[in-house]
Each structure stands twice: as C-alpha cells, then as structure tokens.
C-alpha cells in the first residue's frame, strides 16, 4: 500500500467513528506500526486535517474536512489513467492531446508514490483506427458544448439521403460506433445520427432555442436513461 493510499485510509477510518480512535485500532486495522500512525496523523494535520486527540487517548476528524482535490486511491489513478489512455487512442486528435495534457497536469501535482503509480500503470489501450466520420467529431463536440444548431445530409441504413438542422446534445461513443443524439427541427423529436453516416455538416451561429441541459433531461426521460 502506498503512502498517500493509507493517508486516505486513515481519514476514511476516522470519518466513520464519531468517537475517538485509538492509535493501536488504527494500526491494527492498517496493519502498520503505531509510529507510522503518529506519523500519518502528523502529516495529515499538515495537510489541513481537523483532527483533534493525542497519543493514548485518541484522536477523532471533526466534520467539515474536505480531502485534497488530488489524494487519489490506487484504483482511482488507474480508473484515469485508463479514463485518459482511451480517449488519448481515439481518432478525435484535438480530445486526444486533451487527455495526454490532464493527465500531465494531474501528474504534476500528485505525491511522488502516486506519480509512480500513474507514470508506470500497466493498464493499455489498444489505437482506434480512423473510420468514416471520425474527422467531425471535434466539429460535433464543439456544437455541443456551445449549444450551436448543425446543418447535416445523412444518409440512413437505405441509403435515403435527407437534409436536417439539428441540435446535438450528448455524443456516444460505441464499441465500433459514434452516436448522435439531437432534436431534429424536421421531425420535431429526438433523434439519433450515427456519425458514419453524416455525408456532410455545417456548424451554425444559431444558438437553441432551449437550455442543452434541460433538452438532455427530457432525452434522458424519454430513453429512460437514468442520471450517471
């Protein structure tokens, strides 16, 4: 177990009695010695912990400790090293560089263990190769995030080609696919537009009419997607 790990351990510990706990329970339960317990809670106190007792007594985390932003479990570094090692290996190359940059950043300001833990991660992501439509992603997520309207020509499984003004608000990505879900002005409805099948797309000036936010909460309702 990493340092920065029993840390977080210790605080975890803490959080779930309201009474103090003795240095020796928390020893026992970490299965380390009561020195590296002192030390721990010395080094915690440092770090902005209100925890109040002493050697022989106790010690208890008064309410309203907030963990630092950065002191991740071990499971949680490897959740974004995978996180970031997939988005980095796919075709979008603007989210790609994205992904290689927070993981950068997160590494910067992690403990030295933790930066190990991260640098070194066995955790591999096999590269995407392009595919049609990939080259527009960054054209989609771009609408998204700014609540634009999209001019498209898609093309559906017959091959019938139509013209639609959408308003993309979630982008999926599928084992083998990339999704649209927009409202579509021409069929007044929500609708679905697989990326491979967009034969062209104009990004607009034109705003919605609606909050993205509340247009993804009625989508969610009628999929019945529930809230991640």
């Not at 003795?22 to 020893?27: G, N």
């Amino acid at each position: 177990m990493s340092r920065a790990q029993r840390l977080l351990d210790v605080i975890q510990l803490l959080r779930t009695h309201r009474r103090p706990v003795a240095a020796c329970r928390l020893a026992e339960e970490l299965g380390v010695s009561l020195r590296t317990i002192y030390r721990d809670i010395e080094t915690l106190k440092g770090q902005g912990a209100h925890i109040d007792g002493e050697a022989g007594i106790g010690y208890v985390l008064r309410p309203g400790f907030m963990l630092p932003p950065l002191m991740f479990s071990e499971e949680e570094i490897e959740a974004l090293v995978l996180g970031g090692r997939w988005v980095a290996a796919q075709p979008d190359e603007p989210l790609g560089k994205a992904a290689h940059n927070a993981l950068a950043k997160i590494a910067a300001v992690l403990p030295d263990d933790l930066q190990r833990s991260l640098e070194t991660s066995g955790l591999m992501v096999a590269r995407r190769h392009p595919a049609a439509g990939d080259a527009e992603l960054p054209i989609i997520r771009a609408a998204i995030r700014t609540e634009r309207k999209m001019r498209i020509t898609y093309s559906d499984e017959r091959d019938n080609r139509t013209n639609r003004t959408i308003w993309p608000i979630a982008l999926g990505f599928f084992d083998r696919i990339r999704m649209v879900a927009a409202w579509c002005e021409s069929r007044g409805d929500y609708r679905h537009f697989r990326t491979d099948r967009i034969l062209s797309i104009t990004l607009t000036e034109r705003r919605y009419p609606r909050r993205r936010t509340d247009l993804l909460r009625e989508w969610r309702q009628q999929e019945c997607i529930g809230e991640h």
